[in-house]
């Protein structure tokens, strides 16, 4: 049997609905959702009309949400990729947006509602040193802003308690590591609560406070190898376990809308699980968990918690939405992202378990064309981050690949989160080298298997993962028959000079994990594919947002240069109006054309035309 092709529109076009949010009062709902081709906000009435609330023409936005009193919807936007968030504000009656943070260049780096109705909001905005996020207080009625505190000290994270206060801020050391520090209420001064090193910073940060503004939680790894649940006392450093995963870190916590109270912890080893805290909720979510196939996250609750907002991520369709009525009990299904997808045949996606060559246990999802015989076509694809990691799920790329006739390989090597600070120790000044291996033994793994045709292997990856597409095909040139890089670092010495100012804080833990200009620099010319070019013999495909101010655009240029003065088959792609990532649907279309008539030139899968 000859599966259909499904079109490229169908993955990478703009969803029909997604990212819904219920009102504080439980009475309207917000998503995004297209108008005249562009993703802008709609609204829900209670009686099921429905009407877009704003017009964007150009980019469309990708994130809002209510405002503390439901009378507005607070819009975060950039320009053209930049990651320059502004928060603009909509009347929920309709209106025109309203920028609150006009100012070039800056950024809205976190936004915090207070417990109780207001029109007041709390933001981390970099306006006065693009190096450090102040604390504001802005009224998103007036427009008023004023500076509650000014991060003087380089903070790399600031967290207030339910009443708005400033009370906890994360300070770099200069080993990479950082001190925890507290403002109790009425203090002046700031106070070490607890310090960490570098191996602790992926599972260790503040979550929020209870409503008491006394007990902290956080995710701790100290004293464990893993990220745990834990509740602090402020006033006495006492700490206690609320909850734990032997293996993982912590994912995800679930807190009582109006007390604060923590409800649900969620981990996630193979797939997203839940670790019910508060008895009040174990009803709902355990009929949640059955009322349909998927992993389940609440998404947002009404102020008296009478309603949620839920969803199943899965792997053969795209997610889909609920509303949750706790009293009665019902389920009242919303929509999908993308219902074209739930009647087409899409292949399943399993997690898979390997050894690396040093013996590291290797976790990764593997997604086979639907009855494709086998040896296959294979894709290697690379996440970003590269402390981030894959899960299971939709994810319009593999799917695309798997119908094209491609097995594709995720894997999360050692340096992606969620499995310790042992697995991310591992990555320490490992770019390009025992990374890069885990990805190659993800490669040689399916050949081991019988899965992948040894002769027709591609590592393709966008940001970390584009940079160990160019390491892949220096490192290993003979494992891979071509390779696809997006937004990928070349150089590490220009990539570390030219980070945005924003990330400041993290620069000594940035050296430390990737290694230090000075005293690494053997090891970052070493591990640099700009420097070994000559070593690249496959065809590449380069595509770069030349707005991207976490990998500049020459990071990029300066390979394809490298490669185009040597006769070397490459092809670039630039977008004059994405940045680190693209996300205007033509401009997806555009580059998954050209990657697909990429890899079916080199690999022999199946090709849309034109």
């Known amino acids: 049997m000859t599966l259909p092709l499904i079109p490229r529109e169908t993955f990478f076009g703009n969803p029909e609905r997604v990212a819904p949010r219920i009102s504080p009062d439980g009475r309207r709902l917000l998503y995004l959702a297209p108008r005249d081709g562009v993703l802008n906000v709609w609204i829900r009435e209670a009686d099921g009309a429905e009407r877009p609330l704003t017009g964007d023409r150009h980019r469309g936005i990708q994130l809002a949400g209510w405002s503390p009193d439901g009378t507005q919807v607070v819009v975060f936007q950039d320009t053209d990729g930049d990651e320059n968030f502004h928060v603009r504000v909509v009347p929920v009656e309709g209106g025109e947006p309203r920028d609150l943070t006009p100012v070039a260049g800056a950024r809205v780096g976190g936004l915090w509602a207070p417990l109780d109705v207001s029109d007041t909001i709390l933001i981390a905005f970099n306006e006065r040193d693009r190096r450090a996020f102040?604390?504001?207080?802005?009224?998103?009625?007036?427009?008023?802003?004023?500076?509650?505190?000014?991060?003087?000290?380089?903070?790399?994270?600031?967290?207030?308690?339910?009443?708005?206060?400033?009370?906890?801020?994360?300070?770099?050391?200069?080993?990479?590591?950082?001190?925890?520090?507290?403002?109790?209420?009425?203090?002046?001064e700031w106070a070490d609560l607890l310090r960490f090193g570098p191996d602790e910073a992926s599972g260790t940060w503040p979550i929020g406070f209870a409503a008491d503004g006394v007990t902290l939680f956080l995710s701790s790894s100290m004293g464990s190898d893993c990220g745990q649940l834990r509740a602090i006392d402020t006033a006495t450093g006492k700490e206690r376990v609320l909850a734990e995963e032997p293996g993982c870190d912590?994912?995800?916590?679930?807190?009582?809308?109006?007390?604060?109270?923590?409800?649900?912890?969620?981990?996630?080893?193979?797939?997203?699980?839940?670790?019910?805290?508060?008895?009040?909720?174990?009803?709902d979510i355990d009929t949640l968990r059955r009322a349909r196939p998927g992993d389940l996250s609440v998404l947002s609750e009404s102020r008296d918690d009478a309603v949620w907002v839920v969803g199943w991520s899965q792997d053969r369709g795209s997610d889909a939405y609920a509303l949750w009525e706790r009293?009665?009990?019902?389920?009242?299904?919303?929509?999908?992202?993308?219902?074209?997808?739930?009647?087409?045949?899409?292949?399943?996606?399993?997690?898979?378990?390997?050894?690396?060559?040093?013996?590291?246990?290797?976790?990764?999802?593997?997604t086979l064309p639907v009855d494709a015989p086998r040896p296959l076509p294979a894709v290697v694809l690379v996440h970003g981050g590269p402390w981030v990691r894959?899960?299971?799920?939709?994810?319009?790329?593999?799917?695309?690949?798997?119908?094209?006739?491609?097995?594709?390989?995720?894997?999360?090597?050692?340096?992606?989160?969620?499995?310790?600070?042992?697995?991310?120790?591992?990555?320490?000044?490992?770019?390009?080298?025992?990374m890069q291996d885990d990805v190659a033994d993800a490669a040689l793994w399916l050949v081991r298997e019988g899965i992948a045709d040894p002769a027709k292997i591609a590592i393709m990856g966008g940001s970390y993962g584009g940079y160990a597409t160019l390491a892949g095909l220096v490192r290993h040139p003979e494992l891979y028959a071509c390779g696809v890089a997006l937004c990928g670092p070349s150089n590490l010495f220009s990539f570390l000079s030219s980070i945005p100012a924003y990330w400041e804080s993290a620069r000594a833990l940035m050296y430390e994990r990737i290694g230090h200009p000075e005293a690494d620099e053997r090891l970052l010319r070493e591990r640099s594919p700009?420097?070994?070019?000559?070593?690249?013999?496959?065809?590449?495909?380069?595509?770069?947002?030349?707005?991207?101010?976490?990998?500049?655009?020459?990071?990029?240029?300066?390979?394809?240069?490298?490669?185009?003065?040597?006769?070397?088959?490459?092809?670039?792609?630039?977008?004059?109006?994405?940045?680190?990532?693209?996300?205007?649907?033509?401009?997806?279309?555009?580059?998954?054309?050209?990657?697909?008539?990429?890899?079916?030139?080199?690999?022999?899968?199946?090709?849309?035309?034109p």
């Not at 898979?352 to 013996?359: E, H, I, M, N, S």
């Not at 000559?534 to 500049?552: F, M, S, T, Y």
């Not at 020459?554 to 490298?562: D, H, M, Y």
């Not at 490459?570 to 940045?579: N, S």
Request: aromatic share 10%; with cysteine.
């Open 250 to 283: 912590l994912a995800e916590v679930l807190f009582h809308v109006q007390t604060r109270r923590v409800r649900a912890a969620g981990f996630e080893r193979e797939r997203r699980s839940w670790q019910v805290l508060d008895p009040d909720i174990a009803r």
């Open 134 to 188: 102040d604390l504001h207080s802005l009224n998103l009625r007036t427009g008023e802003r004023r500076l509650v505190l000014a991060n003087d000290f380089g903070a790399s994270r600031l967290l207030p308690d339910a009443q708005l206060r400033p009370r906890i801020a994360v300070v770099p050391t200069p080993d990479g590591g950082s001190k925890m520090t507290h403002l109790a209420p009425g203090a002046t």
């Open 327 to 366: 009293g009665p009990q019902k389920l009242t299904p919303l929509f999908s992202a993308r219902p074209a997808l739930d009647s087409l045949p899409l292949a399943g996606m399993s997690p898979v378990t390997f050894p690396a060559r040093d013996g590291l246990a290797l976790h990764g999802y593997l």
């Open 530 to 609: 700009l420097f070994h070019a000559d070593r690249i013999r496959v065809p590449l495909l380069v595509a770069q947002g030349a707005n991207d101010p976490r990998v500049k655009k020459a990071e990029s240029l300066q390979i394809v240069e490298a490669l185009r003065t040597r006769g070397h088959d490459v092809a670039y792609i630039e977008f004059p109006d994405e940045g680190h990532g693209f996300v205007r649907p033509a401009n997806r279309l555009r580059f998954y054309a050209e990657a697909e008539r990429f890899l079916a030139r080199h690999l022999g899968g199946r090709c849309e035309t």
């Open 390 to 434: 894959d899960s299971w799920g939709y994810r319009a790329e593999v799917q695309w690949l798997a119908n094209r006739g491609y097995a594709v390989l995720q894997v999360n090597y050692r340096g992606s989160t969620g499995y310790g600070k042992t697995f991310v120790r591992a990555s320490f000044k490992q770019w390009g080298a025992a």
